[in-house]
């Protein structure tokens, strides 16, 4: 069964994360560097069904864009031109940073750790891709009769 995979796009790092095959549970994929996205993708599209891609679109808390927005449609633009046949939705990814942050303390990580961006950029991907399973209806058991 095809995987929903999502991006957390940024100037020198990309955060991914990945849905299980049954599309209930998203873990982190990784982190690689921005420039190499597209051929990380390429590969990893041979080995793994991929039946959407999920990027977050940074937008202020007024809904307005900020400076990584341009980057993120130049992403969305690239990612169209070699993966033409590939859904793409872009997600709004206000706060993810936060959150991720958030999870890390909550979790009880050490501030060393938590000074790793390209865990932060996974974390936020995979919120990305959480927050989606969770408002599409994803990740909920099916009622059963009984």
Not at 34 to 41: A, G, K, N, T
């Amino acid at each position: 069964m095809p995987r929903i995979l999502a991006i957390d796009y940024g100037k020198k790092r990309t955060g991914l994360a990945v849905t299980d095959p049954l599309k209930i549970i998203a873990s982190g994929l990784g982190t690689v560097p921005s420039h190499e996205l597209i051929p990380y993708l390429k590969k990893y599209f041979a080995t793994e069904p991929v039946e959407l891609i999920l990027i977050g679109l940074p937008r202020n808390l007024d809904g307005s864009a900020t400076d990584a927005t341009a980057l993120v449609e130049e992403c969305i633009r690239i990612l169209g031109k070699h993966f033409p046949d590939m859904p793409l939705k872009k997600v709004d990814e206000r706060f993810t940073s936060k959150m991720a942050f958030r999870s890390m303390i909550d979790s009880g990580m050490k501030k060393k750790d938590r000074q790793n961006k390209g865990l932060v950029d996974e974390i936020s991907a995979t919120i990305i891709l959480q927050e989606y399973l969770h408002h599409s209806g994803g990740g909920q058991m099916p009622m059963t009769g009984g």
